[in-house]
C-alpha cells in the first residue's frame, strides 16, 4: 500500500495531506533539519515503505527544495519502495527549458533526470510552464492543468473573456474559455533575454465592459499581468481578474497587480501562500488527486 510522505515547509505538507486525504492514504511528515554548516537533512520515519508517493514542491529556495526532493525519494528507495512517485506541486527552472542564448544550460532538463536518478519512476506536477519539457523525464512523467477547476472553485461563470498575456498561455484562455463558456483573445509581449525588460505589442481587444480573467501559469514579478491588465482596462474592460496556477514569493508582485487594477488574483495552493485579501488560493490536491487515480498513477484507497 502506498503512502503520501511530505517534505518540510507549509506549502509541501498542505497539499500533501488534502491529497492523501482524497486518495485515503496514510500521511507521514519527514523529519528535517539544518546542519550547522548548512547542509539539509531528511528522514522518512518508517522501517519499510512498499509505495511512496514523495510530495515536495519546489518553493524558494528552489536549490534546497530540489536537494530535499532528491533525498526525499532517495530515502524511500533506500526503505524499499518499489515504486516512487515524485510531485513537486511547482516546478522550479521549468522557464530554463531553452538554451536562448549560447552557453546556457538547460536547467529545467538538470532537475527532471535529477529525479529520476534519484530512483522515482514518476513525476507528477501542476501546470509545468511548456508541457513539452517533461520529455526530459526518462520515466513516466504528468502536468496536471488545474484551470477549469480552479474557475469553478473561484466561482467563474460563462460569458468571461479569458486572455492570454502571451501566446504561450493561448491553450490556457482556450481550454478554459471552451470548458466553461466564454471568450479568448491574447497578446503577444516580447522579453529582452539580456535585461528581462517587458513589452506588449499593441492590439485591438474587444474587452468593452466584459469581465476578463488573465491567465497565466506563473506570477512572478507580476509585469507581464500587469501589463495586460492595464491593456484590458484601456480597452474598457469592467472588471479585471488574474488566475495562475503558481504565486511566487517575490516582494512586491500582488501590489503590482492590484496597483494595475486586478480586482482578485486567483492561484491554486502549490508554494507558500500569500495572506492577503485579495489572493483566493484555491486547494487543486483533489483534482490532482483524482488525476493520479484515472491514470492509474496511485491506486485510491476507499475510506
Ligand atoms: C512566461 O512565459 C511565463 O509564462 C509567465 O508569463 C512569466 O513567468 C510571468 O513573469 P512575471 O510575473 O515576472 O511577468
Same mark, same amino acid.
Given at each position: ?5 511530505? #517534505? ?69 528507495? #533506500? ?15 521549468? @522557464? ?6 549560447? %552557453? ?8 527532471? $533526470? ?15 510552464? $511548456? ?50 463558456? %466564454? ?5 503577444? $509581449? ?31 514579478? %507580476?509585469?507581464?499581468?500587469? @501589463? ?45 501562500? @500569500? ?13 490532482? %488527486? ?14
Amino acid at each position: 500500500m502506498a503512502i503520501v510522505v511530505h #517534505g518540510p515547509g507549509e506549502a509541501s505538507r498542505g497539499f500533501a495531506s488534502s491529497l492523501a486525504r482524497s486518495l485515503g492514504l496514510e500521511l507521514v511528515a519527514a523529519e528535517s533539519k539544518t546542519f550547522p554548516d548548512g547542509e539539509a537533512y531528511v528522514r522518512i520515519p518508517r522501517d519499510r515503505v512498499e509505495e511512496a508517493l514523495v510530495v515536495h514542491t519546489m518553493a524558494r529556495p528552489q536549490d534546497r527544495s530540489i536537494m530535499e526532493l532528491l533525498m526525499l525519494v532517495d530515502a524511500a528507495r #533506500g526503505l524499499g519502495a518499489r515504486r516512487i512517485v515524485a510531485l513537486a506541486p511547482y516546478t522550479a527552472y521549468a @522557464r530554463q527549458d531553452t538554451r536562448f542564448l549560447p %552557453g546556457e544550460p538547460v536547467s529545467i532538463s538538470l532537475v527532471l $533526470k535529477s529525479i529520476y536518478a534519484a530512483g522515482a519512476s514518476v513525476y507528477a506536477t501542476i501546470e509545468i510552464h $511548456k508541457e513539452h519539457s517533461l520529455r526530459h523525464f526518462p520515466g513516466r512523467a504528468i502536468s496536471i492543468r488545474p484551470f477549469t477547476y480552479m474557475a469553478r472553485e473561484a466561482g467563474i461563470g460563462p460569458g468571461t473573456l479569458f486572455l492570454a498575456p502571451d501566446l504561450g498561455a493561448l491553450p490556457r484562455a482556450q481550454e478554459l474559455a471552451g470548458e466553461l463558456g %466564454g471568450d479568448y483573445d491574447y497578446l503577444v $509581449k516580447r522579453r529582452d533575454r539580456v535585461t528581462g525588460e517587458i513589452s506588449v505589442v499593441p492590439k485591438d481587444i474587444d474587452a468593452s465592459g466584459r469581465v476578463v480573467v488573465v491567465v497565466d501559469d506563473i506570477i512572478s514579478t %507580476g509585469g507581464t499581468a500587469a @501589463r495586460a491588465t492595464r491593456s484590458l482596462l484601456d480597452a474598457g474592460a469592467r472588471r479585471v481578474l488574474v488566475m495562475a496556477a503558481h504565486l511566487l514569493d517575490i516582494e512586491g508582485n500582488v501590489e503590482r497587480l492590484l496597483d494595475a487594477g486586478v480586482e482578485e488574483i486567483i492561484v491554486a495552493n502549490t508554494l507558500p501562500g @500569500r495572506s492577503h485579501p485579495r489572493v483566493r488560493i484555491v486547494d487543486v490536491a483533489p483534482l490532482a %488527486g483524482g488525476v493520479l487515480a484515472r491514470e492509474g498513477i496511485i491506486t485510491r484507497t476507499d475510506t
